[in-house]
C-alpha cells in the first residue's frame, strides 16, 4: 500500500476497534483540542504546552481508553479484546500503563532528587519543580513515540512505524473532523457508534486488522 492508503487503514482499524463509545469519543474530541492548543504553545511557551498537552489532552484521552470503551467481544468486528490487544499498531493499554507509570513518577522522582541523578545542572535545578517535570514530560513524549516507531521499523517496516509517527502527530486534527458530532449523538442518547459512518478500505495484505 502507498503511504497515504496506509495512514487511512490504520486510522480506520484504530477508530473502528477502539472507539465505539461516543463518550469516548467527545472526550477525544476535547483532547484534539487541547492538543492543538498544546501545538500552538509550542512556539509561546514550552512549559505550559507540555502542561497542556499531558494533563489535559492525554489524560482524557485515555480517561475514554480506559474507562468508557468496553473490553468485552467486539460484536461489530466479531473478534475479542485480547485480539484487538495483541494485534495494535501503537500502544495498547498494557503499554499506555507502563508510559503513564513513567509519566507518573517521573516527577515524584524530581522531588526527591531535583537533579533527577545529574541530568539537570545546578542552574537548572534552579529554574524549578514544574519548569523541570514539563522538560521531563516532553522528553517522555517525543522518546514514547520515537521508541516505537524505530520498534515498527523492525516489526512491521520503515513505512508502516512512520505512518504511525504522523499519525500520531496529525491525530488532533483528524479526531476533531470525526468526532465533531460525538456530543450531539449523546445528547441523543446514542451511546455507541455502529461504524458506519466511514468508508473502510480494503484490508492491509499481510497485515489483517492490526490498528494503530
Not at 469519543?25 to 509550542?42: D, E, I, K, P, R
Not at 516507531?149 to 476533531?176: C, E, N
Request: charged share 15%.
Amino acid at each position: 500500500m502507498t503511504f497515504f492508503e496506509e495512514l487511512h487503514q490504520q486510522r480506520w482499524d484504530d477508530h473502528r476497534f477502539y472507539h465505539h463509545n461516543r463518550v469516548n469519543q467527545t472526550l477525544h474530541l476535547m483532547s484534539a483540542c487541547c492538543f492543538l492548543t498544546s501545538y500552538v504553545l509550542l512556539f509561546v511557551n514550552p512549559v505550559w504546552a507540555v502542561m497542556v498537552g499531558w494533563l489535559l489532552a492525554m489524560l482524557l484521552r485515555q480517561t475514554g481508553h480506559f474507562f468508557f470503551e468496553p473490553k468485552t467481544y467486539d460484536e461489530v468486528n466479531q473478534v475479542s479484546h485480547d485480539y484487538k490487544e495483541s494485534v495494535k499498531v501503537g500502544y495498547n493499554l498494557r503499554r499506555k500503563l507502563v508510559l503513564l507509570s513513567i509519566w507518573f513518577l517521573a516527577p515524584i522522582v524530581l522531588a526527591w532528587q531535583p537533579s533527577f541523578f545529574g541530568f539537570f545542572t545546578e542552574a537548572e535545578v534552579g529554574r524549578g519543580l514544574i519548569y523541570n517535570t514539563a522538560i521531563l514530560w516532553l522528553i517522555i513524549g517525543i522518546g514514547a513515540v520515537v521508541a516505537r516507531t524505530v520498534h515498527l521499523f523492525f516489526l512491521m517496516g520503515v513505512q508502516s512505524g512512520l505512518v504511525w509517527a504522523f499519525k500520531i502527530f496529525t491525530d488532533p486534527f483528524h479526531d476533531i473532523k470525526i468526532y465533531h458530532r460525538a456530543p450531539l449523538h449523546l445528547l441523543r442518547g446514542e451511546m455507541y457508534d455502529d461504524m458506519s459512518e466511514w468508508y473502510a478500505p480494503r484490508p492491509m495484505s499481510g497485515v489483517g486488522g492490526k490498528t494503530a
